[in-house]
């Protein structure tokens, strides 16, 4: 079911005269990777919700990329105008990352707002929350990091579908970053001096299947089955991770209870 053709590379640079983290990657194969998957389980955007998804899962691996090996995030961005809940989940254990948009019976609040779940064996999970202004999405989780962590961060979109992160330590020069535009960025990353730090290759991937639906649905019904199964056979339920959808059978979920 998941392809492993639709997987990118990710490269990660330290600029130690800049005190400066820089990650970049080409998504095509990924961005194919979650448009196959959305449209076979009919929760594909269109338009400007398709494209802001994009740069959604183009920040979260690259954001991710730079990140330990054992971390899993989950971001979600919930906008007014159009009224989206865009949901990105990355997995470094796994190099996956999954998520979905929606975009009916959306609720929200005065403002934007950006959201970040992050756990990690052994640590305590974490939660952030953020309002963010305007409509572009790369500036919104550029906003994100400065509000939420005092950390200047840049993403920019290079072209051709090519993205870049650029986060700076604690002795970066705040203003050069923050004042950097498109062009200045393209020339500042075609030289030279940067040290490669770490290469990773993540794919667009739920790790959803039957059977741990089923013992989600389980875990939350078991007192109550009946109203989750109404007196059907089987009910759908969807992941709400990526869409997927799963038929779960009542003979199945009695199986359970022995």
Known sequence: RWQ????????VFLDRAKELVIARAHFPELFAGYIHHAAQWKVLP???????M???????????????????????????????????????????ITGQVFWENVKTGDNNRLFLETQRPKHEPTRSAVQVEGR????????FFERSDQIPTR?????????????????ADRAWIMGLDLEQVQTYL?????????TRHYQFRCNCN?????HIMHGMFRARKEE????AADVEVVCPRCGQRFSITQAAFLYLDN
């Open 210 to 214: 039957s059977q741990r639906i089923l």
């Open 136 to 143: 572009e999405i790369l500036p919104l989780f550029e906003q």
């Open 46 to 52: 269109q338009g400007d919700t398709l494209e802001h």
């Open 54 to 96: 994009k740069d959604c899962l183009a920040a979260t691996t690259l954001h991710l990329a730079c990140q330990p090996p054992d971390l899993h995030t989950a971001w979600t961005l919930n906008t007014l105008e159009p009224a989206r809940n865009y949901f990105m989940a990355g997995d470094n254990s796994e190099f996956a």
């Open 4 to 11: 492993a053709s639709f997987a990118i590379e990710t490269k």
């Open 228 to 231: 989750l199964f109404q007196g």
């Open 190 to 198: 075609s030289g030279d001096g940067f040290e490669p730090v770490e």
């Open 155 to 171: 993403l920019f979109h290079l072209g051709d579908e090519e993205y870049a992160f650029l986060q700076g330590l604690p002795q």
